[in-house]
């Protein structure tokens, strides 16, 4: 009777061992594929990125001197979803994404500042109090850097409305949280944070006092070029370094589309012939002539478009456009790199991972687990077990 019962014991042993067996596979295949979508793919992508070499070497006269590097990371357009818009499952994966990619670029690249340049929310147009220091919030946790790592963040449209959609209060809302500084100098490097969406040029009274910065931000750079050349017209007071600037802003400079563009992370082939509409794709013709003659800058950089392009205006002032550094808008964002002296600069793109790779992986994983799981319940042969019965066959045969 004792062997009967152990014999039964044994017989029930046997399928509960292969569905534990089969249970631990399943739970080691998806930590496996976890691991490696959501965290260490971003780790593969941006550690295949590079600093850009820069000349360092600048001359005063005959002496060479050596000049301090400046390591700046320039992104845009991340669109934190706020309550209304966008699913929450959509937001979560976005978030996720953006903070996983910005703190794995910290960790690989170190940079010593960081330039958002616009459209950082997707509703702080409209979003209410409770809304806004909830995007706030999540914005703090996701871009959360040492306190080595200047983080530095223009307006864009989406966060202070459009220029029919702008006030004062959302304004200050938004300078309360990061800023209203519009000069940024280190390293003897000069940066100019424009809030572009001010500049229509109708007369209002954001745009008026927008202008009146600008022109104390060009007086004062005027004063270091003065300097150099030996004129006291400035009179006493603090000097800045005599750089020309670099342009941060988050509406592009006038161009009529995006035709002349072009790679991989360009706006689609059917799209770079539409037109720009003035003060809404991009700033208009004469704002544009006011800040390249009042500013004089050697490089700018700017957002709202979420696609990449580079001119040239005038022919001697390179514009670089940021792509969108969310997931939602590209299926491959990606960050600019730059390396700037006061007298030279380098930049190089990194590409975070693309969507459709991700996605490809999870559906093979997923095919791999159904074959897997069948194979375990004897629904279907495993390709193994096949392969060498056709062997055996062909040897007895």
């Known amino acids: 009777m004792a062997m009967i019962e152990l014999g039964f014991g044994r017989q029930s042993f046997h399928p509960l061992k292969r569905k534990s067996l089969l249970l631990l596979k399943l739970i080691a295949v998806v930590f496996a594929l976890l691991l490696f979508c ?8 941006i550690f295949q990125c590079n600093w850009p070499e820069v000349n360092t070497t600048a001359y005063d006269g005959e002496q060479a001197t050596r000049e301090p590097v400046l390591k700046a990371m320039f992104l845009a357009d991340t669109h934190l979803l706020g309550e209304f818009l966008g699913h929450w499952l959509d937001k979560l994966r976005r978030e996720w ?119 104390e931000v060009s007086h004062r750079l005027n004063c270091s070029r003065e300097q150099a050349r030996g004129s006291r017209r400035c009179g006493p007071g603090p000097l800045l370094p005599m750089s020309a600037p670099v342009l941060l802003q988050h509406y592009p400079l006038y161009r009529r589309s995006d035709a002349n563009c072009s790679g991989d992370d360009a706006a689609p082939p059917e799209e770079r012939d539409i037109p720009f509409k003035e003060n809404y794709d991009v700033l ?67 590409y975070l991972p693309r969507e459709d790779v991700v996605l490809v992986i999870y559906c093979g994983a997923v095919g791999f687990l159904a074959v897997l799981t069948l194979s375990h319940l004897g629904l279907l042969a495993s390709p193994f077990l096949s392969g060498l019965n056709l062997l055996r066959k062909r040897k007895t045969g």
């Open 38 to 45: 959501e965290f260490l793919i971003y780790y593969l992508a």
């Open 97 to 215: 994404q953006m903070e996983r990619a910005f703190q794995t670029a910290l960790w690989l690249l170190q940079p010593e500042v960081v330039f958002i340049l616009g459209d950082v929310f997707d509703e702080g147009k409209w979003s209410t109090p409770e809304a806004w220091a909830d995007d706030v919030q999540r914005f703090q946790k996701m871009f959360r850097h040492p306190s080595h790592v200047q983080l530095k963040v223009v307006a864009g449209n989406h966060d202070i409305g459009f220029h029919y959609e702008m006030n004062t209060y959302k304004v200050e809302r938004f300078e309360k949280v990061f800023s209203s500084e519009r000069l940024f100098s280190w390293k003897g490097i000069n940066f100019v944070m424009v809030n572009s969406v001010a500049l229509n040029g109708d007369g209002c009274g954001i745009c008026s006092e927008a202008e009146a910065e600008l022109i």
């Open 284 to 350: 208009s013709r004469e704002a544009s002539q006011k800040l390249l003659w009042w500013l004089q800058p050697r490089l700018v950089l700017s957002g709202h478009t979420h696609s990449a392009c580079e001119v040239h205006h005038g022919g001697r002032v390179p514009e670089l456009s940021v792509p969108s550094f969310s997931w939602r808008n590209r299926n491959n964002p990606s960050f600019i790199m730059g390396s700037i002296t006061p007298t030279d600069y380098a930049l190089s793109k990194c």
